[in-house]
Structures are given as structure tokens and as C-alpha cells.
């Protein structure tokens, strides 16, 4: 078999059918986008490229593939042997996707607690991956790692799941005790592993919970951001807001604001030092019970 169709076949059989409700397929990449608005390098060398208009999207990443989005209906997936498509599936190019249906994610990780979801968003290192495994280990459902889109529904705001798997540091798990057995390394990342975590039903948003470290040896703090506030902050944690800017900064800041005027968005300080994975678990399953 030829190597160009072992590799398509290998890569249909690892990729979802859909994704944010778009079909995905195997295929040849179209590469012209009419009247593009981004047009960028990607990658660590800059042999990449991301090129989009409103309606057409063709990225070319290093070690991940080329990738068609058109409309947010269709993604044309075409990728080499050594190749690994499913990771940019999940993230950068599922937010072109998302971005071509005029939806938008957040940076951050969905739980749900007692049926209702906590949004857990922070900057890196924040502590966001380990709080959300604690609330899982704790007989929580964590339902999305690092890429949580939000949709207005009515007077609330909803999640879709999208399957990604979930990315965690081998140590966080043995610390938490969560079995590593179906664990796969992360394309790009060799310290995390990536554990399956099938996409379920969407899940009503109770609250949406920025985590940050305070000063050394400082108190556990749980505070409400100020109402004028809080779609600047959800807007700062869009995912992929800096790629997308050039087509889509003032759709992202309309989405941040709606989704901030229907759910509350707190701001819990752990200590720089010192804190206890325990301690902030208890913290967010009490922000569910105060919603």
C-alpha cells in the first residue's frame, strides 16, 4: 500500500466525523482563500501558515497537517505518515471553525458539579488543569480540557462538549490517582499524556471561575468581578483571540459580553506557595451551591 493512502487511512480511523458540528473528511487540502483578512506564518520556524477569509481557512501547520474550514460547515483534513491532525483539530482549527459560525470559546476547562457546569479559566500555570482533575477525582464529571465553548441559550449559557481528549502531567495524575492505562503521548508536548474523554450531552453553565495565584503564604480568596468588568475578562481569555483578531475581534467581545451578562464570574486567588489542591476543589464545588 502506498504510503500517501496507509496515512489516510490510518488518519480517518483517529479522526472524529464532525467537530463543533462541521463533517470532517480525509482528503486533498484546498489552498487559495478569496480576499483573506489573516495571513500569518505558523509554527516555531515560521513554516507554517494560516491563511482566512470570514469563510474560508486553510492552515498549514508543521507536524500536524494541512487543514480546509469553509463556512464552519466542512473540514478537509490532509495529512502525512508522521503527521498527528487531531490535536489542531481540537484547538487552533476547531476555532476557525467555531469562529466561521460565529461562536467562540474560552481558554479554559468545563466540570460539571451536581448536574450543572463550572467554566475554570486562568492564565498558564494557574492551576486550572490540576483543580479541574482534584474535582474529577473528587466523582466529578470533567467534561472538557482546555478548549470550552460557550453558547448563549436564552437567559443562559450552555456547553457542547467536543471530545477532546484530556492533557495531564503524568505527575498530577499519580498525585490525584488517576489511571494513566489508556494514556498516549500529546503531539507536541512529551511531558503530558492524553486520556480519552467521549464528547456527552451539553452542559447548563453555573458559573465561570477565573483561578489565579495570589502572593506567597497569601489566603485563599473567592471574589465576584465587578459586572463593568467582566466581559474584558472573558474577552482576555477567548481562545485563540489573537488569531482571530484580525476578522473577528468585535464578534469576540459581543460573545464575551452576552455570555457575561447571564452567568456570574468569580475570581478565587490561591496562594502562590503553599496551597492545597483540596482546599480549592472545596472552594469551586461551593461556587455550584451559591449559583
Not at 197 to 224: E, Q
Amino acid at each position: 500500500m502506498m504510503p500517501k493512502r496507509r496515512a489516510a487511512l490510518q488518519h480517518r480511523s483517529s479522526l472524529p466525523a464532525s467537530i463543533h458540528g462541521a463533517t470532517v473528511t480525509v482528503g486533498v487540502a484546498p489552498t487559495q482563500v478569496d480576499a483573506p483578512g489573516i495571513n500569518r506564518p505558523w509554527g516555531e520556524d515560521g513554516s507554517g501558515s494560516i491563511v482566512s477569509s470570514h469563510t474560508q481557512t486553510a492552515c498549514v501547520i508543521p507536524g500536524g497537517g494541512r487543514f480546509w474550514v469553509e463556512r464552519g460547515e466542512h473540514v478537509v483534513v490532509e495529512a502525512g505518515p508522521d503527521d498527528q491532525p487531531a490535536p489542531w483539530l481540537y484547538g487552533t482549527v476547531g476555532a476557525f471553525v467555531l469562529a466561521q459560525q460565529g461562536r467562540f470559546a474560552l481558554h479554559a476547562n468545563v466540570v460539571e458539579v451536581n448536574d450543572r457546569g463550572i467554566v475554570i479559566a486562568g492564565r498558564r500555570r494557574a492551576g486550572k488543569s490540576t483543580a479541574s482533575m482534584a474535582l474529577a477525582s473528587a466523582g466529578h464529571r470533567l467534561v472538557t480540557d482546555d478548549v470550552a465553548t460557550l453558547d448563549v441559550d436564552g437567559a443562559g449559557v450552555i456547553h457542547p462538549p467536543a471530545g477532546r481528549p484530556v492533557h495531564i502531567h503524568p505527575q498530577t495524575a499519580e498525585r490525584l490517582g488517576i489511571s494513566l492505562a489508556r494514556g498516549v503521548p500529546v503531539a507536541g508536548d512529551p511531558t503530558k499524556l492524553a486520556l480519552p474523554n467521549p464528547a456527552g450531552a451539553p452542559v447548563k453553565i453555573a458559573s465561570i471561575i477565573l483561578l489565579a495565584a495570589g502572593p506567597r503564604s497569601s489566603a485563599l480568596m473567592l471574589d465576584d468581578v465587578e459586572p463593568a468588568r467582566r466581559a474584558m475578562v472573558l474577552h482576555r481569555h477567548a481562545y485563540r483571540r489573537g488569531v482571530l483578531a484580525p476578522l473577528w475581534s468585535a464578534e469576540t467581545f459581543l460573545w464575551a459580553s452576552s455570555v457575561a451578562q447571564r452567568v456570574p464570574v468569580r475570581l478565587l486567588v490561591r496562594p502562590a506557595d503553599g496551597w492545597t489542591v483540596d482546599a480549592v476543589r472545596a472552594a469551586l464545588e461551593a461556587t455550584v451551591a451559591d449559583a
